[in-house]
């Protein structure tokens, strides 16, 4: 009986006619002490350095007394976007990721789907072999990935080279017309396997009874995989999308690498070789822009093609 009058009398009415808990509901205390873990390093790592960049791109570095005079930083304005956007390196560097992300992420989006789907088939054996196979890629590093394909590509180490030359082909995997498409290659078995860990994920979603209704109408096992189940998991399709939209305009260690074996990859090769190359030269208020700039064109592709694909599908 004490119990419950004491239970009882924690009831407290509410003007609206409801009862509450004196003490049982959350508190403003409890509930900034469970957000404080992320919120305080999200703020200091994420949101700080963001707005310090944006700061350092509208700096710019004067002297006094001609180019050997005192140094001095002050406000410039859009002096360094217009730098930027006058730059012709970093244009062509823009334009030859675009043509990498073109050929690529498709290429990849599409190998992804298609070992999801395989996967997902219940005539396939040894499902949880092939998934970590396809999925072991993404556990290497992308440096020691790109170093691994290095050697698979130097003409002077490699045996897939050797093989190639013994059955008449002469391969140039770092030439100037394959040296992009070389790093294409590392990025695509990089980033295969988590692609398709996502679309899978969403297919194991997918009720059985969809599939045995599609059966009873005589639909083929090809006609469900991609009548069925492609249309259903499109979110995720779109969501690897926009995510392998926002690598491609980050690809930095993949090319990096291939530029200690090849001399047809320049400081310049990518935008983000081009802000690490400029910020190596001490112009941090330059690097600054590049990378502001960099970072608002992946905001407007991505986000313009997930409003874009988005509407198409109804979503």
Do not use: C
């Amino acid at each position: 009986m004490t119990d419950i009058a004491t239970r009882a009398n924690r009831v407290v009415a509410t003007p609206g006619g409801r009862s509450r808990h004196n003490g049982g509901g959350p508190r403003a205390g409890t509930i900034a002490a469970f957000l404080t873990p992320f919120f305080l390093p999200f703020v200091l790592f994420y949101l700080v350095p963001i707005a310090y960049a944006v700061w350092q791109s509208f700096l710019v570095v004067r002297r006094t007394g001609g180019q050997y005079g005192t140094s001095y930083t002050t406000f410039g304005g859009f002096e360094q976007y217009v730098q930027v956007f006058q730059n012709t390196e970093f244009w062509s560097s823009i334009g030859r990721i675009g043509l990498f992300g073109i050929v690529q992420v498709p290429v990849m989006l599409f190998v992804a789907l298609i070992i999801a789907l395989l996967l997902d088939t219940p005539l396939l054996k040894l499902k949880g072999f092939f998934r970590i196979t396809a999925f072991m890629p993404y556990a290497v590093p992308g440096v020691i990935a790109a170093i691994m394909w290095s050697f698979l590509y130097s003409p002077q180490l490699s045996p897939l080279v050797d093989l190639l030359k013994a059955i008449g082909l002469q391969p140039d995997f770092l030439g100037p017309g394959a040296v992009l498409w070389s790093a294409a290659n590392v990025s695509t078995w990089l980033w295969t396997g988590y692609n398709m860990l996502i679309m899978f994920s969403a297919l194991q979603a997918i009720p059985q009874e969809l599939y045995e209704a599609a059966k009873l109408d005589g639909a083929s096992t090809w006609a469900i995989a991609w009548r069925i189940k492609v249309p259903i998991i499109a979110p995720s399709i779109i969501l690897t999308t926009v995510f392998s939209i926002i690598g491609t305009l980050q690809l930095y260690a993949e090319p990096a690498v291939l530029r200690q074996i090849s001399s047809n990859i320049s400081s310049t090769f990518t935008p983000n070789m081009l802000a690490y190359a400029v910020a190596s030269g001490n112009n941090y208020q330059q690097a600054a822009a590049i990378s502001v700039v960099i970072a608002v064109i992946t905001f407007v592709l991505s986000f313009g093609f997930m409003r874009l694909t988005s509407k198409r599908a109804g979503l």
